[in-house]
């Protein structure tokens, strides 16, 4: 496919990539400026299914009730 576009392409080889790198500017703007955002409702990324239910409060600090300093889980367990 890519070899059929660069030769329907007009110009020396030095145009030709010229003209490439124009068509694949072009369609990045128009992916960015339409179908992403098109599409962006329709993907499943902003379905969390991570809920506060669970005992964790999600604060991450070390649960841990041992003497030690929390950096090694078996250092105050003796």
Do not use: C
Request: net charge negative; aromatic share 12%; no cysteine.
């Amino acid at each position: 496919m890519y070899g059929w576009i660069w030769r329907h392409l007009p110009g020396n080889a030095w145009v030709r990539a010229l003209i490439s790198l124009v068509l694949v500017l072009g369609i990045v703007y128009l992916l960015f400026q339409y179908v992403f955002p098109w599409a962006e409702p329709l993907l499943p990324f902003n379905d969390v299914t991570v809920d506060g239910a669970g005992g964790d409060t999600g604060t991450g600090a070390d649960t841990d009730t041992g003497s030690g300093s929390g950096a090694d889980p078996e250092e105050g367990i003796r």
